[in-house]
């Protein structure tokens, strides 16, 4: 396998891993030795980890995708440390095989993602290729992206923003539109326009199919597909 490049000839590959499982920088280190010359640095959790990027000065940083309770804190991460001038080579470490998710992640700038039981050698091989400055997706999940991207896809799922998932949250419970705002903390007004807009982007043709859509969509996000 080609060694990936370093920041310097004289020491090794510096890789930061972002889990909130110690035994994952300790599998990474077994994973890499003999193979990748490379020190490992664990960081248990998003906030550690954006720390660790600005003291440690990795060469390539290894990121989770859910941490704690939640699902996408690596992908929030992986903005925050793209919008705080993070250049280093970002690699997903993920149990996700949604290309949704896939897709969101590399939207968010990371440079690979790997499956957490993929064999050591294709892990190895992700790590040298983003390394080196290059991109890496599994075959079969780049298709699937690919795939969404494709008119009339059923991979596809509408883009949706904060405000508007807090009110399709609220109508697929059967709220009302009054009681949406006074949830949300929003006018009638505002919920209307938006549950007007939800349905365009979901194709609802009424307020009882923009119910149904609303669950399929939030089962969708929720498991990942």
């Known amino acids: 396998m080609t060694q990936p ?3 310097s000839s004289a020491r090794p590959l510096r890789v930061l891993i972002i889990d909130d499982h110690p035994v994952v920088a300790e599998g990474w280190d077994r994973i890499t030795k003999g193979r990748i010359d490379c020190e490992v640095i664990a960081a248990s959790g998003p906030q550690k980890g954006f720390r660790a990027w600005r003291h440690e000065a990795p060469d390539v940083i290894v990121v989770d995708l859910t941490m704690g309770d939640a699902k996408l804190a690596g992908v929030r991460l992986i903005e925050r440390l793209r919008a705080c001038g993070a250049t280093q080579p970002l690699l997903v470490f993920t149990m996700h095989r949604s290309p949704i998710i896939a897709r969101r992640a590399l939207q968010a700038g990371c440079n690979g993602i790997i499956m957490k039981d993929s064999p050591s050698d294709e892990i190895c091989e992700a790590l040298a290729e983003v390394a080196q400055g ?19 896809s059923t991979l596809a799922r509408p883009r949706l923003t904060p405000r508007e998932m807090d009110i399709l949250r609220a109508i697929s419970e059967g709220l009302a539109y ?7 903390g929003i006018s009638y007004k505002t919920v209307s326009n938006v549950s007007q807009t939800l349905k365009e982007k ?10 149904v859509k609303a669950i399929r969509h939030l089962q969708s996000v929720e498991d990942g597909i």
Do not use: C
């Open 5 to 7: 490049a370093t920041a």
């Open 202 to 211: 979901l194709g609802a043709t009424s307020f009882a199919d923009l119910v």
């Open 178 to 184: 009054r009681e949406i705002a006074e949830h949300v």
């Open 134 to 152: 290059g991109d890496y997706v599994p075959s079969d999940l780049a298709r699937k992206i690919a795939l969404m991207e494709r008119p009339g």
